[in-house]
């Protein structure tokens, strides 16, 4: 690759996580919740009651970082957890009435500027935008990392 293009595709992906921890800080101030956790809740919303290993695959995240989100949501009286009859080594997640009530009123994780100019693309370009992300990801090897880190606003650890 050109020293050049190079330098482009980094000031442009630095440019991303600036505007994502930006958007991350005025998220968590607005509702009290990290980006992490809001994609968490919105798995159990949108999964239903809900294993682990089901909300870590749906969340990009580790199954450890998501017990820990969810013991976070535990502790605010959002999501609460209860072993499978059939099996007691599953553990199930279910929203709360007050999960359920924050969940329905969650911002855009993206800034509005973003959410409109990206509905304003047609399909197929919506569509090859993502696939252009998805690839960039994948050539940085980024499928075999924990998203955390990224979603969440402060430092990144080392």
Known sequence: ???????QVIKAIRRIVR???LRSREVSRLTGLTIPQIVVLQGVRDLGE???KVLSDNA????????TILD???????IERYRSVSDRRIVHTKLTAHGRKTASNLPGLLHEE????FAGLD??????LVGAIEQIAEMMNAHKLDAAPILMTGKLPD
């Open 60 to 67: 990009d995240l580790s199954s450890a970082t998501v017990v």
């Open 1 to 7: 690759m050109q020293a050049v293009e190079s330098s």
């Open 19 to 21: 505007a994502i921890d």
């Open 72 to 78: 976070k949501l535990e502790e605010k009286g959002l």
């Open 50 to 52: 809900v294993t682990t």
């Open 114 to 117: 973003f959410q409109k100019k």
């Open 123 to 128: 399909t197929a370009e919506r569509r090859q």
